[in-house]
């Protein structure tokens, strides 16, 4: 599902913030996140720990760099094997998702935060 970001936002000292903003403009995620959905991504939280399955992530789009991609870690698919430092990134509506279904599994360095908060 296609992100716009916002960027990160600055706090009172302007200091850099550990959270971003994001909007969905697509349908991939339906019905958990629709068009319009505004979002807030720690991108220090999974510093702390790795990504698990079922955690909600923003990562950059493994085809198109200039875009960003809102899916949910998932579990590696029937008979492969994890990859350390590799995830399957899923979105929850299949039929409107670009994800590793086409892609395959991306490397940690494209997930830049764990959704914390819609608004």
């Known amino acids: 599902m296609p992100l716009r970001a916002f ?3 600055i706090d009172a000292l302007g200091v850099l913030s550990p959270v971003s903003r994001y909007i969905v403009e697509g349908t991939s995620m339906e019905p958990a996140y629709g068009p319009g959905d ?3 991504v720690n991108r220090l939280a999974l ?7 079922g955690d909600v992530v923003v990562l950059r789009d493994p085809e198109d760099g200039r875009r960003f991609l809102l899916k949910r870690i998932a579990h590696a698919p029937d008979g492969a094997a994890p990859v ?3 995830f399957h990134v899923l979105g929850d509506n299949a ?4 994800d590793s279904r ?3 599994p ?3 360095e494209l997930i830049i935060g764990k959704l914390w908060f819609r608004y």
């Open 102 to 104: 086409r892609f395959g």
């Open 106 to 108: 991306v490397g940690r």
């Open 38 to 40: 505004r979002l807030l």
């Open 95 to 98: 039929e409107a998702s670009t």
């Open 7 to 9: 960027g990160p936002l």
């Open 47 to 53: 510093r702390v720990r790795a990504p698990r399955a």
């Open 84 to 86: 350390p430092g590799q």
